[in-house]
């Protein structure tokens, strides 16, 4: 079950990305932006590309769990976006969801070496990961551009309220707290 909403997880990350990369330009036709336009997507990778290691850094000191649920809400909370009015308030909202982002890549593919010490069973596991990963990539702009199309560009913002609330709770309920790295003092990162 924790597994389930480990997968969760990814397929929110997953699908965010396809579904507002259909959107974009229709986001960017009408908050008149273009100027802004690359500054969506490289916000959201500047700030998860920044963030991976140190979490997941972290989470082998105080266990993932904490901060898989932490990045969870930090990602629905900057889904938010779609309340924008302006492309700068888009880009920051993005930029916030890689955080968000970053937090969830850099914790919960750890998650799988945490619980399954066996190699097979762990093999497993990453092709369950993987196959959430595909299918929301899949499904992700058909389902942007069809939300956009009938809805308006602010629903595909959405569609991480009900994947996320559903990832945490799995997560909230069934991850067990596990730290891979005792230690007794200061902590020091690399």
Known sequence: MAMLGISFVTMLVALDQTVVGTALPTIVAELKGFDLYAWV???????????VPIF?????????????IASIVVFIVASVRGLANSMMFLVLA????????????????????DLFLDNAVRLRW?????????????????????????????????????????????????????????????????
């Open 41 to 51: 997507a490289t916000s959201y990778l500047l700030t998860s590309v920044i963030t």
């Open 56 to 68: 997941g850094r972290l989470g082998d000191y105080y266990g993932r769990k904490l901060f898989v």
């Open 94 to 113: 993005r930029g916030l969801q890689g955080i968000g982002g970053g937090m969830l890549v850099g914790t919960a593919f750890a998650c799988i070496a």
């Open 126 to 190: 990453q092709v369950l990961m993987s196959s959430a990963f595909g299918i929301a990539n899949a499904v992700g702009p058909t389902l942007g551009g069809f939300l956009t199309q009938y809805y308006g560009w602010r629903s595909v913002f959405y569609v991480n309220l009900p994947v996320g609330v559903v990832s945490l709770f799995f997560v909230w309920r069934f991850l067990p707290h596990l730290r891979h790295v005792a230690h007794e003092g200061k902590m020091r990162l690399d």
